[in-house]
């Protein structure tokens, strides 16, 4: 299985990545509180193996209604949401799957038994509980189809204050800084992703000017903690820039939330940038060259597959 981890990234990149890469080994047999809703790191595939024991016992929910099973969830426990926003993150919480069918939400079930495999897809709500003693092997992965998934799942976290695993525009512009290195299905995705990205920049900068943010300083902010260089207000741990006051020298917020810094006047501010726009447009443009005949014959196709649907109609 091929996987975006797999190319080179470890050796490219500073962010944090042990969570994600890390083997895991169960040993375990049946408690009820092992019946947890739940999503797994920056929203990734998740592979587990039962190697020997008795059978695992899995309920999920597929992620085209993970917005669906969230409100319901909201709406029949608010107190709980009101005091903890991510609390679906936090392998704490259990809900009767026939109350959440009674909702709407479909739920499917499965009996997982020695020597099988198992793969929950992005965003897709599971839980579940072992039938007895076993002993499993599990991993997180992120194919080349997940990255538009991560990017959305970085604003989800943003909107719920919740720290990222790693830098998912650190990721993407180390993979793209080696574009020559990577099979061209995934520089694809990867070009594809940095456009959003830059495109997303772009505007964030242009506003921070127009508040009157002038003074800007040029860092490897990489190398910082990662705790060290998450936005105050939203937690996203910043790559591309940064806002900081003189007044408070040990915060940062991400561009979205320079209002939420301080009181000083905006003049008083500065942003920390790792690349100027002007350093990523190389970077992009190699991209593009060394994706554009993939390109080319991708519109192809899917233009003569809509042609020959449209002759089926």
């Known amino acids: 299985m091929s996987t975006i981890f797999q190319n080179d990234l470890k050796s490219t990149t500073t962010c944090n990545l042990k969570r994600v890469l890390i083997v895991y080994l169960y040993f375990d047999q049946f408690s ?57 993150h936090q392998l704490v919480t259990i809900m009767n799957p026939n109350t959440l069918m009674a909702h709407g939400v479909p739920v499917y079930r499965t009996n997982q038994c020695a020597g099988e495999f198992v793969i929950t897809f992005p965003r897709a709500y599971h839980s579940g509980f072992n039938q007895g003693f076993n002993f499993a092997e599990a991993v997180n992965f992120c194919t080349m189809d997940w990255l538009p998934m991560g990017r959305q799942c ?5 909107l719920l204050n919740r720290y990222c695993v790693f830098s ?59 705790d060290e260089r998450q936005c105050t207000k939203c937690k996203t741990t910043c790559f591309l820039s940064a806002v900081s006051c003189h007044c408070k020298s040990n915060q940062l917020v991400c561009l979205r939330h320079v ?24 970077v992009l443009s190699e991209l593009k060259l060394h994706v554009e005949v993939y390109d080319e ?13 449209d002759e089926k109609k």
Not at 77 to 87: G, I, K, N, W, Y
Not at 154 to 158: D, G, P, S
Not at 171 to 195: E, N, P, R, T
Not at 262 to 268: L, V
């Open 32 to 88: 009820i509180n092992r019946v947890l809703y739940n999503l797994k790191f920056m929203d990734s595939n998740f592979l587990l193996k039962l190697i020997r024991g008795e059978p695992k016992t899995w309920y999920g929910a597929p992620a085209y209604v993970a917005e669906q099973l969230e409100s319901v969830m909201k709406r029949l426990a608010p107190e709980l949401f009101e005091s903890q926003p991510d609390l679906l």
């Open 154 to 158: 970085v604003e989800h976290y943003r």
């Open 168 to 226: 998912h525009d650190e990721m993407i512009c180390k993979m793209a800084s080696k574009s020559k290195d990577l099979d061209v299905i995934l520089a694809f995705a990867v070009y594809k992703d940095m456009v959003i990205m830059m495109d997303e920049e772009k505007k964030l900068r242009e506003t921070v000017r127009k508040m009157g943010i002038i003074d800007s300083v040029r860092e490897n902010l990489e190398l910082l903690p990662d």
């Open 259 to 282: 209002k939420e810094l301080c009181s000083c006047p905006p003049y008083r501010c500065h942003m920390r940038y790792r690349y100027t726009l002007d350093d990523l447009y190389p």
């Open 297 to 309: 014959w991708c519109s192809k196709a899917i233009a003569f597959l809509e042609a020959k649907d």
